[in-house]
Every structure is written in C-alpha cells, then in structure tokens.
C-alpha cells in the first residue's frame, strides 16, 4: 500500500463528483464522507490508518471539488446518489461517515446492502439534520456573493434542515440487514444522538458502544 | 401530481422508463463508448469537456434515431394546431432565480391587480391558456410561469421542494411584494400551501384546485412488504440516477405526443393535447420533443409525508378555497373529500366538483373561473 492523492472526476447527471484516492491498495475499499460544508480530506485520517485496504474519499454535489450547481434544490437522497455513483465505481466499499455523511451512510447502507460492506457512523457537521416533523421554512432571499463557489451555500442551508423522520431512519437501518454480508452493517459510534440516530439503535443489525477505530477493525477482519 | 414510471426494457442497450425517455445505456459503437469514457475522465467545466460531452449527445441522438428509424428529417410544421378559447400569452420574459432562469408568462393589461397562477408537476404555464384569459378579462394581470425543469425554463442539475418555492417567490417578487391571490393546481397547489404557511404576508387568497395531498396511497400489505416496495422504489430511482446524464425525450409527431400524454390525461381532448403540444414540446429535425427535463423522475421516496401539507393547510389564516375533483385519474392525488374535510381552515371551504378528474380548471373552464372569481371578489 501507499499513500497518495489523485483525483477521479464521476459523472453524476449534470454534476461532476471528486472522488479521491488517498491510498491505494488491494481489498475492500473504504470510502469516506465528510460532514456538512467540509470537504475530503487529502490524507488518510487517523481514526481510518489502520484499514488495510485503499482509501478514498467523496466530494459531495456542491462541496470540495465537486461542482455547484445553479440554484440548490439539494436533498439528502441526492447526496446519497452521490455515493450511489462512487459505490458503482468502486465495487463496493465499507462507508465511514462524519456529520451529514453518517447520515447518508446510513441510506447508502439500506439502499445497497450489497455494496456497503458496513457503515461506521461518527459525528461531525450535519449529524442532526432538520424536522422530523413539518417546519415552516421557505423564504431565503438570497445567498450573497457566495454562489457558484464551495460549500454552495444552498447546500448548506436546505441540507441543515432536511426532515429526517425516525421512522424513515429505521426503514432504511432495517433494509441494510438484507445484504448478502454476514455483518452487523451499522456501527453508531457517534457521541450526539439526534431522533434519528435514537431510532435506529435498537434495529437489528446496529451496533452501538464501541469507538469508530474499533468497528473499522470489525469490519475489515470480515 | 406524481407519477411512477416504470423501466421497461425496448430493446438491447436501451432502456425506456414511463413511455416518453430514452436512456441510451450500452452503446453499440464502440467510438461512442470510448468518447463518453474520455468525456467522464475529462476536466469538468472546461471547454473540451464541454466539446466532449456534445460529442456523445451526438452519438446518442444518431444511435435513438437508429433504433426508433427516424433517420429522416421531417418538414417543420407550420400550420399549429389551435384550441377554442386558447390564448398565448400577451407577454413573455425570463426571471432570474439564483442563477435559474425562468419562462415568465402574463396576460392581461399590465395595470390590473396581479393574479399568480401556478402549475402541476409535468405541466407548464401553457396549460393555464384557456383558464387564465378568463380571468385577465375579469380584470386580473394574470402571470405565470414554467416550474424549473418544465417548458421552456432552465433545466438544473437539482430539483427540489425548497428549490421550486425559491423560483416561485423569485417571480413573485418581481412583480409586487405586497399580498396577492393565488390559484395553483395540483403539486403547484401543494407547493402554496406550504407558502401560504411560512410566508403568509405574501399571499391575500388562496385557491388550491386538486392539490391537496393526504396519506400516501399504499395498499393493504403488511410492514415487510412494504419496506420491500420502498427498496424497489430506491434501487429503481438510484439507477436512474446513474443514466440520467444520458437520457433524452424519445421523438415522435405531434400527434404521437399527445397521445402519449393523454395516457397520464385520459379525460383530456386530444385536440387540447395537441394544442399543448405546440407548447409544452419543441420541434427538432427528427420530430417533436416534450421539453420537461428527462432527468426529472416523479415519484419514488423521501422523507416527506403527505399528509404534512395538511397540517400546513389547517393552520392558514387568509381566505382558502379548494376545489377537488371526484374522478380519480393518474396524475391527480387520490384524495377523497372526506379526507380533507377536518383539515379546512377556519376561513375556508371545500368545493367537490362532480364528475370531473384531476384537471378540474381545464375540464370545466367556465364553471370554474365563475367560482374562483366569486371567491376573489
């Protein structure tokens, strides 16, 4: 293995991902995806040194070096296509999610049980998301001269508060159960524990209790 | 409205979802396939990328046409079809959205009070040209606009709830930012709704025809299998995403399209479907096109709860008036009467139109504009 930092450009319908090899390798990918309004990071990060396999890490639409679209309309399922198109690419790969990122780890989890090779959740920037029930937020008038640059700052305001009822958590923490992995696919290993988050850890298949560092070995001696 | 489409495989290296786009997703040349790997491999927003990109757009276009055997260039028509009491707009503008440009449309004289109206999802401001000269002759200055994605308004990248409230508040404050009435139409009602509650001041009356969402039609199955139906919903919308870049409306004549379209309007003319689509439709070398972005797919998951917008409904405080109609159709909600009945505000009313689908407006001009110009008086 070694370490190094090249960039692969995705095509997600009119956007065009970053996706970035932090270390190349033989095995399981993992794949990293960072928290609202961050970006990849261009090294291998401590907590994931120990993953035996090559590295990688996702700009999410709007975010890093990926490319910003004209006037947002984000949702969380778009970001989860986002990873959806990079899991195709890879084959496969285990998911470790900071903020925003745990959360569509979690999605990617149960909408592709056969490509998420497990999802270790911790916490960081967009974690908590918005309502889980109905809230009246409409009118922004503008986003000052940040537009067109990254974080798009449409993301930052329609993905803080995206609804994430408990109930559509727990649909997505039971669907990742039936993958052909012999695995408990969802390691909690996240300090804050926003509704969702609460939801989703008495499901079967949930790991909570043990550090980020710790469900990665998990993993990867599967 | 929303509808679900469903992929249905034509042919090798095709696959068609609903009836009306066609996603090229195994190339028969390899030239083709070689070109649109350089095209994904290449710097993005530069130049030569884009260069690349029209390249496979060309390629896709000569293999549909291949496929579909329309090699041949059909004359451009000339002699449109018209609709008794259909009327183009007076004017027509673009409005600037963050960066989004919108297809803004008005009738009337430019002094009259405003009036918003606003569409359905797969509609455009065109469907409104029999209902909205009635009421620029009652005195309105009637405006409306294509939606994001529909008719002849920006296709983007995105599209989203937030998003298309963003675009209608962007027109509407290009117009007055004082209250004004509004009548909205099916997802475009849906859309008000949540307006009408989050930003109140900006509307005086709101008259919401068949766009009044309740519990999500699902049917008599237990929890497992419905979890089951959503994760074919997932893994359906998710591979579509992956050839969404591909995809392109599938030609035909002008007739072809309205018949096409009257399988989601079955209680519409065809001579109106025709006349929409000189609106709604381009025409290009190998025939006619729907504009609506063939990225769009209705339908699907979220998190979103249909039943939220009823909870928004009973809260608003200005005059309300919704209109439904009785017959179920496919683009329309399925919501009964008597499941709106607890959630009308204090200050409003329900109006059930018998014998009348999803497109009450359309099927009923008359009876209907009399109603709303009642409520509006």
């Not at chain 2, 009973?314 to 499941?339: K, N, Q, V």
Request: aromatic share 8%; proline share 8%.
């Amino acid at each position: 293995m070694s370490t190094t930092n090249t960039v692969q450009q995705l095509v997600h319908n009119k956007v065009s991902l970053a996706l970035h090899t932090l270390r190349v390798g033989s095995g399981t990918p993992l794949l990293l995806l960072h928290g609202l309004g961050e970006h990849s990071p261009s090294t291998v990060p401590e907590v994931a040194a120990r993953w035996p396999g090559p590295i990688y890490a996702l700009d999410f639409t709007g975010h890093g070096q990926s490319s910003v679209p004209a006037g947002g309309g984000y949702s969380c399922e778009i970001l989860l296509a986002d990873v959806d198109i990079a899991l195709r690419y890879l084959g496969g790969a285990c998911l470790l999610g900071r903020g925003i990122g745990a959360y569509i780890a979690l999605l990617a989890a149960g909408a592709r049980p056969e490509l998420v090779h497990g999802a270790v959740l911790t916490d960081g920037p967009g974690l908590a998301g918005g309502a889980t029930h109905i809230s009246a937020v409409t009118e922004i008038a503008t986003v000052g001269d940040r537009s067109g640059q990254t974080p798009d700052p449409w993301a930052l305001i329609e993905l803080s508060r995206d609804a994430r009822p408990a109930n559509y958590a727990s649909t997505f923490a039971r669907l990742s159960v039936t993958g052909p992995n012999d695995i408990d696919p969802i390691a909690v290993c996240c300090v804050v524990r926003p509704p969702w988050i609460e939801a989703i850890n008495e499901e079967p298949g949930v790991m909570t209790g043990l550090s980020a560092q710790e469900a990665l070995e998990s993993y990867a001696a599967r | 409205m929303y509808s679900r489409g469903t992929y249905v495989v034509v042919d090798p290296g095709i696959v068609r979802t609903d009836d009306d786009v066609v996603v090229v997703v195994d190339d028969d040349e390899p030239p083709s396939k070689k070109l649109e790997t350089t095209a994904k491999t290449a710097k993005p927003n530069t130049p030569h990328s884009r260069y690349l990109w029209s390249r496979v757009r060309k390629n896709i276009t000569n293999h549909t046409r291949r496929h579909f055997g329309r090699r041949r260039v059909i004359q451009p028509m000339t002699n449109l079809p018209s609709f008794p009491g259909a009327q183009r707009p007076a004017r027509s503008y673009r409005t600037d959205a963050d960066g989004v440009s919108i297809a803004t449309y008005e009738w009337g004289n430019e002094s009259d009070p405003p009036l918003f109206l606003v569409h359905g999802g797969s509609d455009f401001a065109g469907t409104y040209d029999v209902f909205a000269p009635i009421m620029a002759a009652a005195g309105y200055r009637v405006i409306s606009w294509d939606h994001r994605g529909h008719g002849d308004s920006d296709h983007t990248a995105l599209y989203g709830w937030d998003a298309d409230i963003r675009d209608a508040l962007t027109v509407m404050s290009s117009i007055t930012n004082k209250a004004a009435p509004v009548v909205a139409h099916s997802k475009g009602g849906a859309l008000m709704l949540q307006l009408a509650d989050a930003s109140p001041y900006r509307i005086s009356k709101l008259v919401n025809i068949d766009g009044m969402p309740s519990k999500r039609r699902m049917p008599d199955a237990p929890d497992h299998d419905q979890t089951r139906m959503m994760a074919g919903e997932i893994t359906g919308w998710l591979d579509f995403r992956h050839e969404a870049a591909l995809a392109h409306r599938k030609p035909g004549s002008l007739h072809d399209l309205a018949v096409r379209r009257g399988k989601m309007n079955p209680r519409l003319p065809i001579e109106w479907l025709e006349y929409l689509v000189t609106i709604g439709a381009r025409q290009d070398d190998d025939g006619w096109r729907w504009k609506l972005d063939p990225t769009m797919r209705f339908g699907g998951f979220g998190p979103w709860r249909p039943e939220w917008t009823l909870l928004r409904m009973i809260a608003l405080g200005m005059p309300f008036l919704g209109l439904i109609g009785t017959i179920d159709e496919p683009m329309g909600w399925g919501t009964r009467p008597r499941d709106l009945a607890p959630w009308i505000p204090r200050n409003g009313r329900l109006e059930a139109i018998h014998d009348v689908g999803h497109f009450v407006h359309i099927e009923k001009p008359n009876e209907v504009s009399a109603m709303i110009l009642e409520f509006l008086s």
